[in-house]
């Protein structure tokens, strides 16, 4: 299969990227569009020479995609994607897979049994810092991972939700920003560090006139034994996000993550212990002797193409610029239209985020592979995020792999209004 028949179900909001994205990557050819909305959907359809569909399930049943992106509010991710994979259609969902756990195994489950691809829209694993962070912790310069703060901060007033108001509800969020915004952290995190075994978490609604969390607090233990807090609020101007891993031989830090794709002020620290923890605690001789740390800081913005970064004096700083040389230099497989995408948040000119993750699903489908952000190893970011908000409002820790019957009964109590966030306005 040389080329694959794309269609998009979902095309005013993010789908607009998503129909930038598919005119841009060689193997894909657009086939199709579907929107409840059918004078924008006519309209663009036409502009594009593609067919329109008002009803996404007619689209399924022509015979005309191989392979489909789900762009829709939350509560539809479920029905839509087991109807396409139903159908025998490729999926692309957008985060968050399916709001219930429970739902989204089935999904993986029908795609394994028909051999279909599922991937998630987990674009935040592609950007320059979490690949850095990926590789440093794999390569052993941190040594075993012992302690995570991670934090995530921005500000949506009122009008946010005016604006889509699905996103106030239990039945068609599926939850606040444990389950809509967090769901690329909490990933990222599963995707580093490893899967979670024990949560304690809170969660309440301080600012906001809807039924969801709009500021959420955990605790996460890992596998491994690394401990991990986690705090993050819709409630205070973004700024000041910190990522900090520690471990046996030195520490990585992002003190201000403004944001993974607009990361161009960032910077990454890396702290290298004069010797392992695990060493200086047992030989340590001085009951309050502090070991040295030797810091080395690391700006993305010096390894842009076309750039040239200083000589490198630290094996981080060599290990840095190896990921961004394969980020950037590596064939992106885009036509001859070029690279330049335009739209919020800023513009594309490398294939990175969804533009990434796209070209990612596209040649898994082609060359028969898992792809990066298959629906399979993105399930412990649901897990968790179902797993904090079971632990904030049974008021209990919560261990994992957690019980489906219960947060699939609390669920539905918080779909009816029997039990609700903690509210303080």
Known sequence: MDK??????????????HIQFANKIEHIELTALSD????????????????AF????????????????????SHLHYEMGMNCLQAGIHVLMEKPLATRLSDAETMVKLAKDNKLKLAVMHQYRTYRASQILKEVIESGLVGRVLRVLWTWHEFRPESYFERDMWRTTWKHAGGGITVYQNIHDLDLLCWLIGRPVTVSALIANQLHNNELEDTVSANIIFENGAIATFQSSINQPKGYSVRQIAGEKGIVVIQDAKSLIQDETDEILFGKYEDSLNHMASNYKDSHRQPEISWQAYKLPETFPGKTPPPPRHKF??????????LYHTNPKMDSNGPHITGWPTDWKEPIGQWSVMIDFTDSIIYDREPLTSAENTLPALELANGIILSALRKKTVDFPIDRDEYDELFNELMNGKIRVPHKR
């Open 54 to 73: 008002r009803d996404y399930r007619d689209m399924l049943a022509g015979g005309i995609v191989d392979a489909v992106s789900v762009v829709t509010p």
């Open 36 to 51: 409840t909305d059918e004078a924008f959907l006519n309209d663009r359809s036409k502009e594009l020479g593609v067919q």
């Open 317 to 326: 700083v060599r290990l840095a610029k190896r990921i961004i040389r394969r």
């Open 4 to 17: 694959i028949r794309y269609g998009i179900i979902g095309i005013k909001g993010t789908g607009r990227y």
